[in-house]
């Protein structure tokens, strides 16, 4: 494709909230964008909207009133004269009516095309997609909806499997099966629950690889089909899928693997006819065997360990790429000598089942120092409203190994300090300070495995503040009454 | 050869009776706080005293023990064993000491031997001399403590429960003290202590007996407890010191008032005179002074009722530090003008049930007496009591010869005991050991147990060792519960602290986990908080120095008033629920109990989206399985399942469908049934389909 005029952006519309809306922000205003957000009510003291350059008014808290209603966030972006969306993760960022609606209405769509979008969210297709392109990808069965075509296929195949919803994503949706007595009640509740979650009840089996670590490529594609990626991300500490630790890069690949899962990824990319960023995630068994097994198509939560050791903006990249700047780089250019990690802090309780923390955060000692990085959506006095996802800061630490990187992640951990809600923090101090999380012997079981060991902290606020909570008490009573 | 903690009890005993001075235990921060200040003073302003007590050349510093303890968990919210610890390092060069009231620790309880014995192990490494006395004198209560004390190498300090009346006779401690030194292996590592601890024993009587133990036991090294209740302290100190007591218990000068010790400073002035030398380092005792006398203000709301030295204490012989609680109890139930009558009715209960009144003793002779009095009182006013006080007193002159009085006296005095404590039965019946001069008369059987007396004493009442017949307790069982109770693996100290004082201590940990160690902060704020807008309070915490400063206290709004305190520089709100709201609000909201089965909490803070599966609605009288779905709570877009703990019908459905829940709160209250039950439950069930 011939390389055309890039156009211009003076205003973006970013499509979220939190964190990645105040990232996404920053490098905007590097860029001499000016930015325009939208909010809820529950949002309207939120920090993205402080930070931002303009603001607009969606609607009320739920989700699916504002932040997901597609008429209202390109009206908004169309009537603040922006020029492009930004749709960041989560909400409408997987979703390709949103892509398509953007275009509709003369906005640049900072991401891959919708066509693309709609193939990536079906998970069949996907498979079907990245298997034409020679990638090797899990054995699995589409469509089920009998437990016997699942019993059939675990005997095929071998104990256990995994059900997955078509819909799926974020790694909700997914229920393992470790025999054939499981298969109905299991296959039952996973319909259930997509249905429930995605709006859709489809779903699929596929072998659930025993001992696997999840290992990611962050590629980056330009208009004229010009593809290269930026190494790999390691994602294994999950917990029911959710990540809660990333790093790049994997301490399980060496060079050659690397190279050659880097070839896969970059080819697969060009066949989808990708654009902008995008991810291709792998399973990786234990004998160094990797399976495909989905494309995310959009920024990811973890794209800050790539940038940290790669020294590139990945969303300046997406802006630039999306607009019609052609990649400049060559796949050799992009050196790693470096190591990241990153843990995300979220507002909720691992000791409570991770049952989400919401309130006020009364008082809030941000990270900071040498070689760590922290994106946050949060400030000392805002609300962490019951309505999104409770990803409130992630914390990012570098070094020129994985040691070191460690190290400064503890330092960091450490020093962030929060009142108010309670946090993922105690427990990913434990994750840093677990033998076999130091010594990379982990698979995405880790954190399931070693559960009770992790939660073994005691969790107490800061001394200084409850002796505050005394002395207001006292004060408000006149009296002390329990020495009385 | 001076005396110091780092060694052995024999070299410090040794040194003790080869030295010609006397010293002195000072009482203050335990027992004067205690018999005098209701045991309020904060660990703040005490461990200030611990750098001039540490070079007062006193032999110890009593600072642990007695009914401190409790008060620490229960209402001064100080962790014993931080106490204990704080003391230790503030003050290396001179013993501590605490009071352990044999079978009963440090609680109101008898324990059994393996509690004991874990208990008095824990705090070994804190207490170097440890007092110990049994309110019956007998002897074998004491021995599971005496075999830790010594075998951990401190110094074990039995004391005998000494009083004045015909029966505590010379021959009669003499014989105590035999017992005493054969468990303690003879006079070498151990010090005896004579406990006066209601103050009764006149300058002749303490120097008789103390001469009296020493014909028997030249070597013994002996010390003198005793309170000042009687107005008689100083001079039977010097008369016991004299006698060849080599250890004197006083308190500080400023600490004085009537029911705890005598001061320092006259005590040492009049032995001085006397020809007596002391080992006083006598700036450090006044240091000491001047900093109490800079606090010791702060308390004069827990000051006794009463005010003013007593002699009557020779007939009632209430002891020092059971005043305090006393009065306490008294003017909080609104009976504090009965206090007279009370007492009177102990000098002469003391007469028809003979055992010393200390530690329980001295609780079982309160509630009974405050009991009697009170009951009459509301039967028939002061003239009733009156009437009752006088009859005692001819009973007793009349040698308790029921004969002797008309039939509604006879009814009069069995009726006494009618209302009896089960403190009192069991007394009665042996279970804190044999009385000390034999069981009292039948007629206070019969009084106490009705009409079955014989049939009780002959079954229930025994005489050996109350130990002996107590089984140990199962740790790991109580380890569990207390985990259960505070959510967390409780530790070695928590555990040692609650099996002594199960309710205070899940308090006492609720306390500290919601409001931190308020033991830093400074008497005045413990006590009232902070007053005047734009006043503040300093304190350090590790070292580091902390500010908080109070802004404004908003007006009360349904039940709340806001707090706002500029905390190290950073402003914060505080919504403080108001006592009146409190009670409605817990009306509000029920929290699961987890140690009640069959309450069933919520697991998070969210909404009731449905209440049971996606089947079945469920309804009160609705039977469930163990593991079914009974309801889902969704929060943050996460529903969670709350699972049914157990076989059961549902009693009750303690929410409605779509409402907001917090964490902890009570959803559904499940009947488990029986395995029979189920079967029946499920046949019945069937039947009526059928029908």
């Given at each position: 494709?011939?390389?055309?005029?890039?156009?211009?952006?003076?205003?973006?519309?970013?499509?979220?909230?939190?964190?990645?809306?105040?990232?996404?922000?920053?490098?905007?205003?590097?860029?001499?964008?000016?930015?325009?957000?939208?909010?809820?009510?529950?949002?309207?003291?939120?920090?993205?909207?402080?930070?931002?350059?303009?603001?607009?008014?969606?609607?009320?808290s739920p989700?699916?009133?504002?932040?997901?209603?597609?008429?209202?966030?390109?009206?908004?972006?169309?009537?603040?004269?922006?020029?492009?969306?930004?749709?960041?993760?989560?909400?409408?960022?997987?979703?390709?009516?949103?892509?398509?609606?953007?275009?509709?209405?003369?906005?640049?769509?900072?991401?891959?095309?919708?066509?693309?979008?709609?193939?990536?969210?079906?998970?069949?297709?996907?498979?079907?997609?990245?298997?034409?392109?020679?990638?090797?990808?899990?054995?699995?069965?589409?469509?089920?909806?009998?437990?016997?075509?699942?019993?059939?296929?675990?005997?095929?195949?071998?104990?256990?499997?995994?059900?997955?919803?078509?819909?799926?994503?974020?790694?909700?949706?997914?229920?393992?099966?470790?025999?054939?007595?499981?298969?109905?009640?299991?296959?039952?509740?996973?319909?259930s629950i997509?249905?429930k979650l995605?709006?859709?009840?489809?779903?699929?089996?596929?072998?659930?690889?025993?001992?696997?670590?999840?290992?990611?490529?962050?590629?980056?594609?330009?208009?004229?089909?010009?593809?290269?990626?930026?190494?790999?991300?390691?994602?294994?500490?999950?917990?029911?899928?959710?990540?809660?630790?990333?790093?790049?890069?994997?301490?399980?690949?060496?060079?050659?693997?690397?190279?050659?899962?880097?070839?896969?990824?970059?080819?697969?990319?060009?066949?989808?006819?990708?654009?902008?960023?995008?991810?291709?995630?792998?399973?990786?068994?234990?004998?160094?065997?990797?399976?495909?097994?989905?494309?995310?198509?959009?920024?990811?939560?973890?794209?800050?360990?790539?940038?940290?050791?790669?020294?590139?903006?990945?969303?300046?990249?997406?802006?630039?790429?999306?607009?019609?700047?052609?990649?400049?780089?060559?796949?050799?250019?992009?050196?790693?000598?470096?190591?990241?990690?990153?843990?995300?802090?979220?507002?909720?309780d691992?000791?409570n089942d991770f049952a989400p923390s919401y309130?006020?955060?009364?008082?809030?000692?941000?990270?900071?120092?040498?070689?760590?990085?922290?994106?946050?959506?949060?400030?000392?006095?805002?609300?962490?409203?019951p309505f999104?996802?409770?990803?409130?800061?992630?914390?990012?630490?570098?070094?020129?190994?994985?040691?070191?990187?460690?190290?400064?992640?503890?330092?960091?951990?450490?020093?962030?300090?929060?009142?108010?809600?309670?946090?993922?923090?105690?427990?990913?101090?434990?994750?840093?300070?677990?033998?076999?999380?130091?010594?990379?012997?982990?698979?995405?079981?880790?954190?399931?495995?070693?559960?009770?060991?992790?939660?073994?902290?005691?969790?107490?606020?800061?001394?200084?503040?409850?002796?505050?909570?005394?002395?207001?008490?006292?004060?408000?009573?006149?009296?002390?009454?329990?020495?009385? | 050869?001076?005396?110091?903690?780092?060694?052995?009890?024999?070299?410090?005993?040794?040194?003790?009776?080869?030295?010609?001075?006397?010293?002195?235990?000072?009482?203050?921060?335990?027992?004067?706080?205690?018999?005098?200040?209701?045991?309020?003073?904060?660990?703040?302003?005490?461990?200030?005293?611990?750098?001039?007590?540490?070079?007062?050349?006193?032999?110890?510093?009593?600072?642990?023990?007695?009914?401190?303890?409790?008060?620490?968990?229960?209402?001064?919210?100080?962790?014993?064993?931080?106490?204990?610890?704080?003391?230790?390092?503030?003050?290396?060069?001179?013993?501590?000491?605490?009071?352990?009231?044999?079978?009963?620790?440090?609680?109101?309880?008898?324990?059994?031997?393996?509690?004991?014995?874990?208990?008095?192990?824990?705090?070994?490494?804190?207490?170097?001399?440890?007092?110990?006395?049994?309110?019956?004198?007998?002897?074998?209560?004491?021995?599971?403590?005496?075999?830790?004390?010594?075998?951990?190498?401190?110094?074990?300090?039995?004391?005998?429960?000494?009083?004045?009346?015909?029966?505590?006779?010379?021959?009669?401690?003499?014989?105590?003290?035999?017992?005493?030194?054969?468990?303690?292996?003879?006079?070498?590592?151990?010090?005896?202590?004579?406990?006066?601890?209601?103050?009764?024993?006149?300058?002749?009587?303490?120097?008789?007996?103390?001469?009296?133990?020493?014909?028997?036991?030249?070597?013994?090294?002996?010390?003198?407890?005793?309170?000042?209740?009687?107005?008689?302290?100083?001079?039977?100190?010097?008369?016991?010191?004299?006698?060849?007591?080599?250890?004197?218990?006083?308190?500080?000068?400023?600490?004085?008032?009537?029911?705890?010790?005598?001061?320092?400073?006259?005590?040492?002035?009049?032995?001085?005179?006397?020809?007596?030398?002391?080992?006083?380092?006598?700036?450090?005792?006044?240091?000491?002074?001047?900093?109490?006398?800079?606090?010791?203000?702060?308390?004069?709301?827990?000051?006794?009722?009463?005010?003013?030295?007593?002699?009557?204490?020779?007939?009632?012989?209430?002891?020092?530090?059971?005043?305090?609680?006393?009065?306490?109890?008294?003017?909080?139930?609104?009976?504090?003008?009965?206090?007279?009558?009370?007492?009177?009715?102990?000098?002469?209960?003391?007469?028809?049930?003979?055992?010393?009144?200390?530690?329980?003793?001295?609780?079982?002779?309160?509630?009974?007496?405050?009991?009697?009095?009170?009951?009459?009182?509301?039967?028939?006013?002061?003239?009733?009591?009156?009437?009752?006080?006088?009859?005692?007193?001819?009973?007793?002159?009349?040698?308790?010869?029921?004969?002797?009085?008309?039939?509604?006296?006879?009814?009069?005095?069995?009726?006494?005991?009618?209302?009896?404590?089960?403190?009192?039965?069991?007394?009665?019946?042996?279970?804190?050991?044999?009385?000390?001069?034999?069981?009292?008369?039948?007629?206070?059987?019969?009084?106490?147990?009705?009409?079955?007396?014989?049939?009780?004493?002959?079954?229930?009442?025994?005489?050996?060792?109350?130990?002996?017949?107590?089984?140990?307790?199962?740790?790991?069982?109580?380890?569990?519960?207390?985990?259960?109770?505070?959510?967390?693996?409780?530790?070695?100290?928590?555990?040692?602290?609650?099996?002594?004082?199960?309710?205070?201590?899940?308090?006492?940990?609720?306390?500290?986990?919601?409001?931190?160690?308020?033991?830093?902060?400074?008497?005045?704020?413990?006590?009232?908080?902070?007053?005047?807008?734009?006043?503040?309070?300093?304190?350090?915490?590790?070292?580091?120095?902390?500010?908080?400063?109070?802004?404004?206290?908003?007006?009360?709004?349904?039940?709340?008033?806001?707090?706002?305190?500029?905390?190290?520089?950073?402003?914060?709100?505080?919504?403080?629920?108001?006592?009146?709201?409190?009670?409605?609000q817990?009306a509000g909201t029920r929290f699961a109990?987890?140690?009640?089965?069959g309450q069933v909490a919520s697991p998070i803070m969210g909404n009731v989206w449905r209440i049971g599966d996606k089947d079945r609605i469920l309804k009160t009288g609705d039977?469930v399985?163990?593991g079914e779905e009974i309801m889902n709570i969704e929060a943050m877009k996460v529903e969670t399942a709350v699972l049914a703990p157990?076989?059961g019908?549902i009693r009750e459905i303690a929410v409605k469908l779509n409402e907001a829940v917090v964490e902890k709160q009570l959803l559904m209250v499940l009947?488990?049934?029986?395995?029979?039950?189920?079967?029946?439950?499920?046949?019945?069930?069937?039947?009526?389909?059928?029908?």
């Open positions: 494709m011939p390389e055309s005029q890039p156009k211009t952006i003076r205003k973006l519309f970013i499509a979220n909230r939190g964190e990645i809306a105040c990232r996404t922000i920053r490098t905007c205003w590097e860029l001499g964008i000016r930015t325009v957000v939208g909010y809820s009510d529950c949002d309207a003291l939120s920090y993205h909207v402080k930070l931002s350059d303009e603001a607009v008014h969606l609607g009320p989700a699916a009133l504002s932040y997901m209603d597609i008429a209202k966030v390109v009206d908004a972006a169309r009537r603040t004269g922006c020029e492009a969306v930004f749709p960041g993760y989560g909400f409408l960022s997987e979703n390709a009516e949103f892509a398509r609606a953007c275009r509709d209405a003369g906005l640049i769509f900072i991401g891959p095309s919708s066509e693309v979008i709609a193939r990536m969210g079906d998970k069949i297709a996907t498979k079907q997609t990245l298997a034409d392109a020679g990638v090797q990808i899990i054995p699995g069965l589409p469509r089920v909806t009998s437990a016997d075509q699942m019993v059939k296929f675990g005997k095929e195949v071998g104990w256990p499997i995994i059900i997955k919803a078509v819909a799926g994503g974020g790694g909700r949706g997914m229920h393992r099966v470790d025999s054939a007595d499981q298969a109905k009640a299991a296959l039952e509740r996973a319909v997509s249905q995605f709006g859709r009840g489809e779903v699929y089996v596929e072998k659930y690889i025993r001992g696997a670590r999840h290992i990611e490529f962050q590629f980056i594609a330009d208009a004229y089909g010009r593809v290269i990626h930026l190494g790999d991300r390691e994602c294994s500490i999950q917990r029911r899928h959710q990540k809660l630790v990333e790093e790049a890069p994997s301490s399980l690949l060496d060079d050659r693997l690397r190279n050659e899962m880097g070839h896969v990824v970059v080819k697969a990319a060009k066949e989808i006819g990708y654009v902008t960023a995008g991810t291709l995630e792998f399973l990786v068994a234990p004998d160094r065997r990797y399976y495909a097994i989905e494309v995310n198509p959009r920024i990811q939560v973890e794209h800050t360990v790539t940038e940290m050791i790669v020294g590139l903006d990945i969303i300046r990249m997406m802006i630039r790429m999306a607009v019609g700047t052609p990649l400049r780089f060559r796949q050799e250019e992009i050196r790693i000598t470096s190591h990241a990690i990153q843990c995300r802090v979220n507002a909720e691992p000791k309130g006020t955060v009364t008082y809030l000692r941000q990270v900071s120092g040498p070689f760590v990085r922290a994106d946050s959506g949060i400030f000392q006095g805002c609300e962490i409203p999104y996802d409770s990803l409130i800061s992630k914390i990012c630490s570098v070094g020129k190994d994985r040691p070191t990187a460690i190290e400064r992640m503890r330092r960091a951990l450490s020093e962030f300090n929060i009142w108010g809600v309670k946090t993922t923090i105690p427990l990913l101090k434990k994750i840093m300070d677990h033998p076999d999380f130091v010594s990379g012997r982990f698979d995405t079981d880790f954190i399931d495995e070693h559960l009770a060991e992790l939660l073994d902290y005691v969790e107490d606020e800061d001394e200084i503040l409850k002796i505050s909570r005394f002395i207001a008490e006292i004060t408000a009573l006149g009296k002390n009454p329990y020495c009385r | 050869m001076t005396i110091h903690p780092s060694k052995s009890p024999r070299e410090n005993v040794a040194a003790l009776r080869n030295d010609r001075r006397v010293y002195f235990t000072n009482t203050g921060p335990r027992d004067t706080g205690q018999s005098d200040y209701k045991n309020r003073h904060t660990l703040y302003d005490l461990i200030r005293l611990a750098p001039f007590y540490n070079r007062s050349g006193y032999f110890s510093i009593e600072n642990h023990g007695g009914a401190r303890f409790h008060q620490n968990l229960l209402q001064n919210m100080i962790d014993p064993f931080e106490e204990a610890i704080l003391w230790k390092e503030r003050m290396p060069d001179v013993m501590t000491q605490t009071l352990v009231r044999s079978t009963n620790l440090w609680g109101y309880r008898m324990y059994p031997r393996n509690v004991i014995r874990l208990s008095v192990k824990a705090f070994l490494p804190y207490v170097d001399v440890w007092r110990c006395f049994d309110f019956l004198n007998y002897v074998p209560n004491m021995i599971p403590i005496a075999e830790e004390v010594m075998k951990g190498g401190k110094l074990f300090q039995p004391a005998i429960s000494f009083s004045v009346s015909e029966d505590c006779t010379d021959a009669y401690y003499r014989k105590v003290t035999d017992e005493i030194l054969r468990i303690s292996g003879g006079t070498e590592s151990v010090i005896l202590c004579i406990k006066d601890m209601a103050g009764v024993g006149s300058p002749g009587r303490i120097a008789q007996l103390t001469d009296a133990l020493l014909q028997k036991y030249p070597d013994l090294v002996i010390q003198y407890h005793r309170h000042a209740t009687d107005g008689l302290a100083v001079p039977a100190l010097a008369a016991a010191a004299r006698a060849g007591v080599k250890i004197l218990d006083v308190t500080d000068d400023p600490f004085t008032r009537y029911y705890g010790h005598a001061p320092v400073r006259a005590v040492q002035a009049l032995l001085q005179e006397m020809g007596i030398d002391t080992r006083l380092d006598l700036p450090g005792v006044d240091k000491a002074a001047e900093a109490i006398t800079g606090f010791i203000g702060h308390y004069q709301e827990f000051e006794s009722q009463f005010r003013g030295f007593s002699y009557k204490v020779t007939e009632h012989r209430m002891p020092g530090g059971a005043f305090p609680s006393s009065f306490e109890q008294a003017a909080k139930g609104g009976f504090l003008p009965l206090m007279p009558y009370i007492l009177r009715g102990m000098s002469n209960g003391n007469r028809f049930i003979e055992y010393f009144d200390v530690t329980p003793g001295s609780q079982i002779t309160w509630t009974t007496w405050a009991g009697i009095i009170q009951y009459h009182y509301k039967e028939g006013g002061l003239k009733q009591v009156e009437d009752l006080l006088d009859l005692c007193e001819r009973f007793i002159a009349r040698g308790q010869s029921l004969d002797a009085f008309r039939p509604e006296e006879k009814e009069a005095l069995l009726g006494l005991y009618a209302r009896a404590t089960d403190d009192l039965k069991n007394l009665l019946l042996g279970k804190y050991g044999p009385l000390p001069f034999g069981w009292p008369a039948d007629w206070v059987y019969q009084s106490v147990f009705g009409d079955g007396w014989r049939e009780k004493i002959a079954k229930d009442r025994f005489e050996e060792s109350p130990l002996a017949k107590k089984s140990d307790e199962e740790i790991g069982r109580v380890r569990e519960e207390l985990q259960k109770k505070i959510e967390r693996n409780p530790t070695e100290e928590e555990l040692v602290l609650y099996l002594q004082h199960p309710g205070a201590v899940v308090d006492f940990i609720r306390f500290r986990t919601r409001f931190g160690n308020t033991t830093v902060l400074p008497t005045g704020i413990w006590f009232d908080g902070l007053k005047a807008f734009g006043s503040e309070v300093n304190f350090e915490t590790r070292g580091k120095p902390n500010t908080i400063k109070l802004i404004s206290i908003g007006q009360e709004v349904d039940g709340v008033k806001h707090i706002v305190l500029s905390v190290n520089s950073t402003m914060h709100v505080f919504p403080v629920e108001m006592p009146s709201h409190k009670t409605v817990k109990d987890p140690t009640v089965s039977i399985k163990e157990g076989h019908v009947e488990e049934l029986p395995p029979e039950e189920q079967k029946r439950t499920r046949r019945s069930k069937t039947n009526k389909k059928t029908r």
